[in-house]
């Protein structure tokens, strides 16, 4: 409804005024003139006001990309509005979004600035928020311009990373740089030992101590600084659990994506090289890097990703040695095991994040009997089980997230375990 | 729905209502079988402000006065207006935006200025509807008046429009 139109204020005025002045005049009766006399007031006063200029109205936020939890807020800009005294704005009502006033509906006189919609997104991926209906009014509120659509913005809800710190080393650091202590000598800051001087050697490694001591030359070893190779698998085959977004109860991708944020934040903050793959709907996936922007790369993937089924196929990971692979799943896939205990075979550090939120339950299709799905659900979540016990069973780690230090205590186990010889299957 | 909403609704509710009842002072209370078809007329429109419903109980209350009262000019034909008129402009607030829209402070009180701005055109009807009574009735005195006044508002309204403007 583009274009000026009379309100229904405008017309109510006009009938009862003009109808008023009729039956005052057909009937001889004054009374009826003076219930009449404000409407006539009204409408006249009105009609003056009527709009001569077309408003041009344009949206926009303030932000492309938010953290779910974060907000932003819609801004309203009128041109041409001149004529304009009251405005009007309503809100759709998106998913896992809040606005402020609530419901996003907030109207406001002109003359005190056109009010503003502050959105918050409570949930990670890709939103299309701003949205919404906006009316304006001429004074005395006779005519009305629009309601008219404004079209939403599109918007990256990167996933809050959840507070996650780990002070464990990573098993098997290979890179140049870095700050995870390696197995190779270096001119790293960690001691490794005091050997006799040889040539090549730099003076300012001399430990003069032991040299004074001994009679001989001996110099200080120090172990190297080398970043590692971090794989984050993501398993986005399904969605287990009830999302309330940020603040409520987590979902199973909740828990996964979260997880994997926080870890890749702390890994490329250490230096480290992070990759990531998807396996899901969308099959996303970022090669190894490091760096801010690397992160941000991390994040933008994690955030767009969509889940559904892979469809058929193997799973081809492309791990190299070297490597940790970091499985975040619910483990609920047969597909995920598999890979998981494959490359626990084959010698790759391979932790498991288990993401499945304790009181998830199954979402019973229409014209299920629940009671048939509930018993398939627990069949399932025994099969689950068995599968854990079989990967703890080959060394593969499993762990619940839980936020800061999930991962400490294996990935020191994992570090002691890499430093033994051993035999893998290729 | 928020308080301002339902505040103004209960006016649109209740100022057709009042309106219809001021004849009674006046000794011509209205039938049962007037007051609650208006009051579902008023219930409707309260619920649906922005619909044809609201004046609708207008005119019902109009014609009333015009077959209840004949000739007089009582003083409660006073509140009858200012309560059409609160219903009326609490129906156009309220027809802003959404119900669920609240309405700030500013706009409701600019609105009861502009509320009791127009009312003061009733009092001065009613003077002169009281001195005009009973006088022989000249032809077109009240097309006159009426038109008089229109022109009046509206060559004032300019002119303080034009004032704002300027400044």
């Given at each position: 409804m583009n274009g000026w139109h009379a309100t229904a204020a405008l017309g109510r005025a006009l009938v009862l005024g003009a109808v008023g002045l009729a039956l005052a005049l057909v009937a001889g009766d004054p009374a009826v003139v003076v219930l009449a006399a404000p409407f006539v007031v009204l409408a006249a006063v009105t009609l003056v006001h009527r709009p001569t200029r077309r408003p041009r109205i344009d949206s926009r936020l303030d932000h492309v990309a938010l953290r779910e939890g974060h907000g932003t807020t819609s801004r309203l800009t009128l041109d041409?509005?001149?004529?304009?005294e009251f405005v009007t704005r309503s809100a759709g009502q998106p998913p896992y979004v809040v606005q402020r006033p609530d419901g996003g509906r907030v109207g406001g006189l002109v003359s005190r600035g056109v009010p503003v919609v502050e959105i918050g997104p409570r949930r990670w991926g890709r939103r299309m928020l701003g949205e919404e209906n906006v009316a304006l009014y001429t004074p005395w509120a006779g005519f009305r311009f629009g309601p008219v659509e404004r079209g939403g913005q599109p918007v990256r809800v990167l996933p809050a990373t959840a507070p996650y710190d780990s002070r464990a080393e990573v098993p098997q650091p290979l890179g140049l740089v870095g700050r995870n202590r390696s197995r190779r000598t270096g001119s790293g800051t960690e001691l490794a030992g005091i050997r006799p001087f040889q040539a090549?050697?730099?003076?300012?490694?001399?430990n003069w101590r032991v040299s004074l001591r001994t009679g001989n030359l001996h110099v200080v070893t120090t172990r190297a600084e080398e970043d590692t190779g971090v794989l984050l698998l993501v398993d986005a085959l399904a969605d287990h659990g009830v999302s309330g977004g940020v603040g409520g109860p987590a979902s199973s991708m909740d828990l996964t994506v979260r997880a994997a944020a926080a870890i890749a934040e702390h890994h490329v903050r250490a230096g480290d090289r992070v990759a990531l793959r998807v396996v899901g709907r969308g099959r996303e996936q970022v090669g190894y890097g490091a760096g801010a922007r690397h992160l941000r790369r991390l994040q933008d993937r994690l955030a767009d990703l969509r889940v559904g089924d892979v469809g058929d196929g193997t799973l081809q990971l492309g791990v190299t040695g070297g490597a940790v692979v970091v499985v975040l799943s619910p483990m609920l896939a047969e597909s995920i095991g598999t890979v998981a205990a494959g490359l626990t075979r084959r010698g790759v550090a391979v932790l498991v994040v288990d993401t499945l939120p304790p009181d998830a339950e199954p979402a019973v299709a229409e014209g299920v009997d629940p009671v048939l799905a509930g018993l398939a659900w627990r069949m399932r979540r025994v099969e689950r089980s068995v599968v854990l016990d079989r990967l703890a069973t080959l060394g593969c780690p499993v762990v619940a997230w839980?936020?800061?230090?999930?991962l400490d205590d294996v990935m020191r186990r994992l570090a002691r375990r890499a430093q033994l010889p051993r035999v893998v299957s290729r | 729905m928020p308080r301002s909403q339902v505040v103004l609704r209960a006016v649109v509710l209740l100022g057709p209502v009042v309106a219809l009842l001021m004849t009674g002072p006046a000794g011509h209370w209205p039938p049962w079988w007037l007051v609650l078809p208006l009051t579902g007329l008023a219930a409707l429109g309260a619920v649906a402000p922005d619909s044809p419903v609201v004046a609708g109980a207008g005119l019902l209350v109009l014609v009333w006065w015009t077959v209840s009262l004949g000739n007089g000019v009582p003083v409660s034909v006073l509140v009858a207006a200012a309560a059409l008129l609160a219903g009326h402009v609490a129906a156009l607030l309220a027809a802003y935006?959404?119900?669920?829209m609240a309405l700030e402070r500013a706009t409701v009180l600019l609105w009861v200025r502009r509320g009791a701005l127009v009312l003061l055109a009733v009092p001065g009807a009613w003077l002169v509807a009281r001195v005009l009574r009973g006088q022989p009735e000249q032809p077109g005195i009240w097309v006159l008046a009426v038109a008089a006044a229109c022109v009046a508002t509206v060559v004032g309204t300019a002119a303080v429009e034009v004032r704002r403007a300027e400044s």
């Open positions: 041409g509005a001149e004529d304009v090549g050697d730099r003076l300012r490694r001399v839980r936020g800061p230090g999930t | 935006g959404p119900r669920e």
